[in-house]
């Protein structure tokens, strides 16, 4: 198909459309750029909802059951579900769909003309996502769905990626799977903006919600003794952004019963007040320009390097640092300055 | 990048077997595909939107219940309902499938049926070499 049939396929409605412009941009196909270009202002609407939490705690089962939720709500559901690809072979199972309608097949979840469900591979990247999930999530949302679920791989313990494209973060735990010094451990549990104890039908719920709403708490004194250092300046900058980020907004603790439907409205509506919260408080321009400005920045260091590439002699340049002959800074500002001084000319 | 390719592997109506399936799909993965598997159960529509909206490259249907001459074209029909286009994909059948329906099989649009103990290779092979051939048909 070309790039102006998909465009207008997509942003008339034609799911066909969508699902070949999502294999388009995976792939990184040349068309992709201007695919992006063209469907970028039609994007922004979409309420981008991220779940994470480690293998097995139940992640697909809940976006299933959320998507119903979500759906009996009125609002049109789109998904994208990240397994893991091999490292090794490249290959990868894809095995979050299936839980979609939880084999129910009187639920037509499979299809749905509001719902639509993309499976990716995370093909060997670390993080949780798979490199282009970001501008898959574009697609939907141009598509015009309401909710975006994104499913992270099943993460361990640093895979926080899904803030990098999420509105609101979702971090799904189980019992039994560690006491609290694994709850106030860096990374996965810093991030959520809700927090879901799944399967809480099983002993040890109540301790996991416990050691989460304490984890909690002591975020905040975090902030207040930060804030009264005589170098609280310095401290937020060390603390990053993870502070600021969730300002003013308590996370809630949510206890699922996800195969049985338990608790499901009332984790639909927390997310949907995290959503009306940022909105009202403006926290969500924040958060969406700070994305921005890495996407940019990220967009801008491909180019330039392409440029380096095409423009200078950057092999003999290595080689002259391999021989000791130069240093790396130096050589750098060399390859800056030529690559600008062929602007001027070209 | 090259592009992957992607395979649904599906279990279609009432038929519980799904070791095969399951076998099948773990060594595609090995074999370097990124395979979608739909569980058991479905219903050829709901095959065939999988297939549509994950744009995939190859459906493989796998059945044990004696009803692939009832489902099959079904699941092909749907996906062209869809929008999608079954002269751009491989349609394959996998299970106990007697001789003569395997022709009628091929009839209705299938491009290979694979019965049990055919060797997995074979299978991984058939894709490889055929997909790019029936594109290239298809374009011409």
Not at chain 1, 115 to 134: D, N, V
């Amino acid at each position: 198909m070309k790039v102006e049939e998909l465009v207008e396929g997509l942003l008339s409605g034609n799911r066909r459309a969508l699902a070949r412009a999502i294999t388009y941009v995976e792939n990184d196909y040349p068309e992709s750029k201007e695919i992006m270009k063209r469907i970028f202002t039609k994007t922004g609407k979409a309420h981008i909802v991220g779940l994470t939490g480690f293998p097995g705690v139940g992640k697909s089962t809940l976006v299933s059951k959320l998507t119903e939720e979500f759906r009996k709500r009125g609002k049109k559901v789109g998904i994208v579900a990240i397994d893991p690809g091999s490292p090794f072979t490249g290959g990868a199972l894809l095995g979050d769909r299936l839980r979609l309608d939880g084999m129910d097949s009187r639920k037509p979840l499979w299809t749905d003309p509001g719902i639509f469900f993309r499976s990716m591979s995370s093909r060997g990247r670390a993080g949780g996502l798979a490199a282009k999930t970001g501008d898959v999530v574009r697609l939907l949302d141009a598509f015009g769905f309401d909710v975006i679920l994104v499913e992270t791989v099943g993460a361990g313990q640093s895979e926080v990626d899904i803030i990098e494209v999420a509105d609101t973060s979702v971090v799904v735990m189980m019992p039994e799977t560690g006491d609290e010094i694994q709850i106030n451990k860096a990374g996965i549990l810093e991030i959520g903006d809700i927090y879901v104890v799944n399967k809480a039908d099983l002993g040890g719920a109540e301790k996991v919600e416990r050691w989460l709403k304490y984890m909690l708490s002591l975020d905040e004194e975090s902030v207040q003794m930060l804030s009264q250092m005589t170098h609280a300046d310095e401290a937020r900058v060390a603390s990053g952004e993870f502070f600021e980020r969730r300002k003013g907004w308590n996370p809630p603790v949510v206890k699922t019963v996800a195969d049985k439907g338990e608790g499901i409205a009332e984790l639909a509506d927390a997310i949907e007040e995290h959503f009306k919260y940022m909105k009202e408080t403006g926290l969500i321009e924040k958060r969406r320009r700070e994305r921005m400005k890495r996407e940019l920045f990220e967009i801008v260091t491909d180019d330039i390097i392409k440029l380096v590439k095409e423009k200078t002699n950057y092999r003999d340049v290595i080689e002259k640092l391999v021989r000791n002959e130069i240093d790396p800074y130096t050589a750098a500002e060399r390859i800056v300055e030529e690559v600008l001084k062929s602007g001027e000319k070209g | 990048m090259e592009k992957k390719i992607r395979v649904l592997v599906a279990k279609v109506g009432l038929d519980g077997h799904d070791r095969g399936a399951k076998v099948l799909a773990r060594f595609l993965r090995d074999s370097g595909f990124e395979v979608i598997y739909t569980g058991l159960h479905r219903t050829p529509q709901e095959v065939a939107m999988a297939a549509v909206d994950e744009d995939v490259d190859v459906v493989g249907i796998s059945l044990h219940s004696g009803a692939h001459l009832a489902l099959v074209p079904k699941v092909i029909n749907y996906i062209r309902e869809y929008g999608g286009n079954p002269d751009e994909m491989l349609v394959l059948v996998g299970g106990v499938i007697p001789t003569d329906d395997i022709v009628e099989l091929k009839k209705m649009g299938v491009d290979e049926v694979f019965i049990p103990g055919t060797p997995i290779s074979e299978i991984v092979e058939f894709i490889k070499i055929k997909l790019p051939e029936k594109r290239k048909k298809n374009e011409s």
